[in-house]
């Protein structure tokens, strides 16, 4: 995963995570939202709303849309391949080094 999906995917995990009243409460507290603006930035904040993956418009329990639900299972799925990926190296390796081994003894 790329750093662009990653923030994404970071961003709208948060988003999935907490309920609206949590990131409302955050957001109108200035001590929260400094907390809350380092882990996201004002233009990640700003891209989200503009490409519609969280609404602040309705009342809901969460911000989160569904094209953004969407998208965060499909930058989930990218991870767990990624993960696959190298967990599947590192048993390659592990099996090489087993060959080397028992041929050497």
Known sequence: ???????????LR????HESLEIMD???DKTKKEKFMKKMSDAMFTTLQSHGYV???QPAHYLLTTKGMTYLRTLEDERRKDLT???AV????????????????
């Open 1 to 11: 995963m790329n750093k662009i999906d990653k923030a994404f995917y970071d961003a």
């Open 14 to 17: 948060y988003f999935a995570s």
């Open 90 to 105: 590192v048993a390659v390796v592990i099996s090489i080094v087993a060959l080397v081994v028992s041929i050497i003894s």
């Open 85 to 87: 990926l190298i967990w």
């Open 26 to 28: 955050t957001l109108s």
């Open 55 to 57: 609404t602040f418009s």
